[in-house]
């Protein structure tokens, strides 16, 4: 199992509640040498407040053999063209450590924020995904692309705007998936998927592999080298006082996840579709409080791992090592003896 970390190491992700380590543009490069010199085999950044491509430039530029890649960037605002400069840019400034992880955002997003029209996500995704390795393939061969599809139609080249071929040309893409169709595309088109944190262990093996195989097979490939990276739902700390505070958070959390109707197939599957049916009527109502208390323990402890420093990597271990192949995991690091205490971790789940 690879494991991975979200750029900035130290950041404390309490809950609902606005970050307690703000982020800062500035430190990328040192946080990602941080990344490396613990033994990490991935650095990856999402897409909320700053542009990822950038981020990840800095990381690259900072690094000598840390992979690198986005978790995810959000695919539809950019055009395929727009996004395969990206991330043929930073392929060819990090030495072929890039790896592309997509996202498709819900309806709301991409008419209200984004202010695009809408369309059904898998068959857009697939679309996009095949549109950008085309210009890729166009670059690399020096030659016209020649795209069509129902929503990009992409056959123009000039020699001012290809950058020609790179060194590592096969760019790795990851799509982030819930439901089992878009689970299909990624094993249609993509190199790897990338679960939401509510996807059990239960359901990545015996719904989201599936469809990934089903999807490999309509297009004759193997899923042999295919990633699941999971970017699990985590409360631990040093203590058990220390734990209770985060596992308030994590309850909230998942309380807020079970209220979003695009995820409710990870609790249905687990017989919990009820429950995210009254969660969800309290969210619309705002009543933000009331929604943890829903959340028994035994809701909590399937969808997350839940543990002290010491007992944490045993129980990630236990729950991932023969569902994926990537777990992204970090704690928060201020001290020396926090560095400490993450390297042996990290250790500990790479030997898993």
Excluded at 95 to 103: A, E, M, P, S, Y
Excluded at 117 to 129: H, L, N
Excluded at 171 to 180: N, Y
Excluded at 321 to 329: I, N
Aim: glycine fraction near 6%; aromatic fraction near 10%.
């Amino acid at each position: 199992m690879k494991l991975e970390t979200l750029l900035p190491l130290g950041k404390v992700d309490p809950g609902l509640r606005e970050p307690e380590v703000a982020f800062d543009l500035q430190t990328i490069g040192s946080e990602a040498l941080k990344v490396e010199s613990l033994g990490y085999d991935n650095v990856m950044f999402e897409e909320t407040k700053y542009d990822p491509y950038i981020a990840m430039a800095l990381a690259a530029n900072a690094t000598q053999t840390v992979g690198i890649g986005t978790a995810v960037a959000i695919a539809f605002p950019r055009s395929p063209a727009v996004t395969a400069m990206s991330a043929w840019t930073i392929q060819a400034l990090s030495g072929g450590r890039f790896t592309l992880g997509l996202g498709t955002q819900v309806r709301a997003h991409i008419e209200r924020r984004f202010g695009l029209k809408w369309s059904a996500a898998g068959p857009w995704i697939r679309e996009y995904v095949l549109a950008v390795k085309e210009i890729w393939r166009a670059w690399q061969c020096s030659e016209q692309p020649n795209f069509s599809g129902q929503h990009y139609n992409i056959n123009l080249s000039v020699p001012l705007f290809d950058p020609g071929p790179i060194e590592f040309p096969d760019i790795p893409i990851h799509l982030a998936a819930v439901k089992p169709f878009m689970c299909r595309v990624a094993g249609e088109v993509a190199d790897g998927l990338r679960p939401h944190p509510v996807c059990t262990a239960d359901y990545i093996q015996n719904v989201m592999w599936p469809a990934v195989r089903k999807g490999a097979t309509n297009e004759n490939r193997d899923v042999d080298d295919f990633s699941m990276s999971i970017k699990p739902l985590i409360a631990t700390a040093p203590d058990e006082d220390q734990l209770q505070h985060k596992i308030r958070d994590i309850r909230a959390r998942v309380a807020f996840y079970a209220s979003t109707p695009a995820y409710r197939p990870a609790f249905a599957h687990h017989g919990l579709g009820d429950l995210a049916d009254k969660l969800k009527l309290l969210s619309r109502a705002q009543k933000w409080e009331e929604m943890p208390k829903f959340i028994s323990d035994e809701v909590l402890n399937q969808y997350a791992c839940v543990g002290t420093y010491d007992e944490i990597t045993d129980i990630l271990a236990r729950r991932y090592k023969d569902v994926v192949t990537h777990c992204e995991f970090s704690i928060p690091v201020s001290t020396p003896e926090d560095h400490n205490i993450l390297r042996e971790m990290v250790v500990a789940l790479r030997g898993a």
